[in-house]
């Protein structure tokens, strides 16, 4: 089954996707068998009690319990999918992992109709923003007197990733509601403005290649159909080099 | 004296001096309700009988026309978008009806498409089938199968369709306001909608008016059924089409109001400058926005989906009544476990309430929370589960009559059957994370509103016309209707799986011919569907001409059937004529003497025994004296 | 004459249980309906409410209202409309005694009493205004705002109803006696509603 709706969906490039695909061929199992019970059943009553081979209809009808005993089988799987499946991987789709795994964290800062995504830069730590700071050239308003934040890193639409190595996004939003979605993490988050929700995820391999986006998931008004980012992962080499020759936040905002 | 002589009427045994009283009493009667239907033909104005009536019968024929007229041009907004999406950017000469400001040239803009996609939602929803479900044939059907003259308060009825109107009138009006109708969605998210155009005033104006009107109108349908169902109608022997009715006004009562308190919230940030749903730094477009702050846009969402989770199932429930009847009707047999059809549609109500959050998963929610809507939501799927196995099982042992309306109503079975079991993925939030605003999404919900509760619609339409008009439509375009319809729509919504799971979102301008993960898939499969949807629209014309000739050949009083072409045993169509004697229904209030659906009971010549029938005496001993209840011989003559 | 005749049988259609209860459910239809309104009005009034408890809870800080609105304006306001529950019942049950006169009285009593809450709650805004606070000034007022002036809708509504039983429908008095004192008992039971919203809202906005 995850075979069959593996044709359509993208590569899978994260840690926890795995889990959610297998989720989701489950529950598309039990959806067919129903549908495929029901439905031979539905074509063969309609055959067999058409008025002309059965003029004559019986009050009484079906004297069988069987769809009792069906009701309570698909209860009992909807449970077993609910506990051993999905609130488990949602539980684990929640915990941020820890210090000890050394994740790299990222803000993403969504607004009409790009994508912010900034980096603590050298230091690790993310410097002060302040609204009324926020220029065409300082989208973040980042305030370059918190010497911490000189060094940052700010891009557009340039979402870089380390492989193998556990990732946090703290997706929030400037102005309206927009989704934070990256297809081929398995990964969603609504961008929310006034609310910091943190996501994580892990990339187990790299683009080679291939062109992987940010989507946007959430209607935010007209250029919503064209509001991408690309998310590469790279090798830590390649990640490492790709930060260094970023411009820091004191060149690309100047003074 | 001697003995009397008894004839068998029917499965009546009665005295034969005293049927013929009754008879000739009957006789009077009718002739005295037609004498006043005819004098209010006369003698009230036009405008009195046909636009302000009191009669529930009118009002619902109001409002069944006025939704359909509304269907028809939410399916018309939707044509127009399908074309953009099929092939987008391209130029269409009928998009030019849009104006210069929307399709320069016939090529629809951005932000004219989000126009179409919110106002898509809204009329289908709010203007098409609530009204035609609720209204028409609620307000039709449901006092005649209880046995009522009208419904409690018939004035109020009058109020509720005129809030329908002009609610619907304002909705159109924003078309043509600067900057257009709403475009933030039928969902209204706020920011968004804070600082959208003036069509969102309109839009929250209109809803009010709407949600006014559903208002009226649950309160006068609980009061109907509970106060005016007639003696011996007990709540177990309603048909069920009753229930749904009942239960889907319980919701509409109970889920509407908060979002009208979220229209109010709405209309004070827009029009009040209040933040209620504006956090405080927002910056849009580079400036910063002068509110106060401090408010909570996820506000908006939990009162909107508190609503907006019943009200989709009050746009099912109907649809299954509707169903319901048809299909015992044509099985000629009692429905499978009434009882615990009846049961499961309280029980489902019930739930509709604690389900909402399912809706924002992906908001930032804890696991407890999560877990809590995840298990709700699956409860809620075995209700559902339970009314549809009934109707499948109803059809074991039938002798199944395939009519037009049964084609309908049998194939909302499946195609609710897909709609629902697709809910499942979306129901489990870490399923959801992948499908979640993908057209996955709108795949599951079409194949429950459109497959499902439109063609329950249209199957109550081929059903109940007799009713409206004293004629049937036309069998042979009837079923050209609906296979090409059926094939059509299949062809749309199926796709639609695909697509989600290749993670192409909704409300995408251009199908997601911008994105590398969706442009292949979108390439592939959007023309076809925009295809299918081209057909989807001239399989309706058939059925248009369809129902306006025979609504018109009606009108002048060309009837072609009796009172009760499809041999039912509810009141609607057994105790009273087709169409129905004037304002007031019955000649006499019928009494009710047995279950809805006494199809083919054993030993019963006719085939099957309408509810005011009382059960055959067996022949009265020779004596004088003996109550025959007239109703019953004065119902055969009717 | 056709006319009259066709009017008669318009207005003969009789719906049961219009003025008299139904045994099963020990409501007459009118009284029934006024429940079944008062439960989307908690409803709508409970969605209100639990917006302000999650803008208040989730806001960093949250003025006090005591500090600037009027506590005793609110005070009297809270008086005035227990005041004119009373009345109403007092109206009902003359009706109900057969004395339409004192019946009425105690109606333009109820009004009068109605009146005066506006009156009131119009100096209350007025002040407001002119200490430059709007709806705009913060969440707390536009809270106080939006609540209050629903309220006030309300009040009006209900002033309309009994302006228009208390000067034209008691023309009913004569032709259907017991339907004009159901309906003052069903617009009795919105005021009381309407009384008790108040009640819920002067603590929660004045006081806490
Ligand atoms: C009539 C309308 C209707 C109905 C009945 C349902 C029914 C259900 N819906 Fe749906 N839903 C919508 C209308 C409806 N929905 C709409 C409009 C939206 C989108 C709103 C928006 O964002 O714009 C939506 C969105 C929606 C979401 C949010 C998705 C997202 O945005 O990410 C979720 C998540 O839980 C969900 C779940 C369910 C579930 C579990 C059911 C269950 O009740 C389903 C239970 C039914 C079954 C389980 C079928 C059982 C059938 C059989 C067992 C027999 C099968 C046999 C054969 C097929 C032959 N729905
Ligand atoms: C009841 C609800 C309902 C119904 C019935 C439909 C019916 C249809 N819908 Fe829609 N749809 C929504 C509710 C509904 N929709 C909602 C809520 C959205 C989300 C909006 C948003 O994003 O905010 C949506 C979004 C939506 C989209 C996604 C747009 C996007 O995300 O960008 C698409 C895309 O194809 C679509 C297509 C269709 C089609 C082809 C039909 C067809 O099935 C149409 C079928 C209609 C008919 C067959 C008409 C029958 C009537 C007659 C024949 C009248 C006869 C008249 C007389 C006799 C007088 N709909
Ligand atoms: Cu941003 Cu959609
Ligand atoms: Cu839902």
Redesign the pocket.
Known sequence: MEKFLGQWMPIDASEHGAELDRLLGIVHWLMLI??V???AY?VYALWRFNAKRNPQASYHGAQSHVSTYAEGG?AIVEVVLLVAFSIPAWYRWTKPPGKEKNPLEVHVVAEQFAWNVHYPGADGVFGRRNVKLTTSSNPLGLDLTDPRAQDDVVTLNQFHVELDRDTIVKVSSKDVIHSFKLPVMRAEQDAIPGLDVNIHFKPIRTNNGDRWEIACAQLCGLGHYRMRGEIHVDKKADFDAWLAKEPTAKVSIGS | MGLRRQIRVGNQWLYADEARKALLEAERVMREEDRHKLLHGHVLPWYRRWLFSTDHKVIGLQYGFTALCFLLMGFGLMILMRLQLGWPGHAFSIMKVLGEGRAPGGVLLPEAYNQLGAMH?TIM?FLGVVPLAVGAFGNYVTPLMIGAPDMAFPKLNMVSYWCYVPGGLIMLASFFVPGGAANS???SYPPLSDIATMGQTFWLFGMVFLITSSLLGSINFIVTILQLRVKGMTLMRFPFFVWTQLVTSFLLLLAFPPLEAAAVLQLMDRLAGTSFFLPSGLVVSGEILKNAGGGNPLLWQHLFWFL?HPE??V??LP?MGIVSEIIANNTRKPLWGYRSLVGALVF?GFMSFV?WA??M??TGMGTTISAFFQTT??I??IP??II??AL?ISLWGGSIRFNTPMLFALAF??M??????T??P???ASA?IH???TYY??G??HY??AP??IFALLAGVYYYFPKFTGRRLNEFWGKVHFWVSFVCINGIFMPMFAQGLAGVS?RLYDGGAQYAHAKTIAEQTNPFMSICAVGLLFAQVPFIINFFWNAFQGLRGKRTVDSNPWQATTLDWAATTSPPLGHGNFARAPVVYRGPYEYSVPGDPAGFIPQHVPDTPAPPPAVIGGVIPATAVAQREI | MADAHAHAAHHELEIPYNVHPRPDTGLYNAKFGIWLFLASEVMLFGALFSSYILLRTSAAHWPRGWEFLSVTAATINTFVLIASSVTVIMAWSYLRLGNLKLGRIYIGATLFLAALFLVFKGIEYSHEFHQHRFPSTNTFMAIYFTLTGLHGLHVIGGMVVFAYFLFFGHKMWQTERERYINRIEVVGLYWHFVDLVWIFLFPSLYLM
């Open positions: 129903l549908f019970v029901w439905g539905f698909i | 939602g929803i969605g039928w969902t907006a989709v199932y746009l099912i649809a489902l389900v399912h809706h998963f992906l939501t699956m809620i799927s559902s589960v549809l196995s499948f079975l499946p609710f059957g897909i709609g629902g079991l809910g499942l979306l129901g489990l959801d499908l979640h605003d999404v709108i599951h919900f429950v509103v499902g509760t909704r």
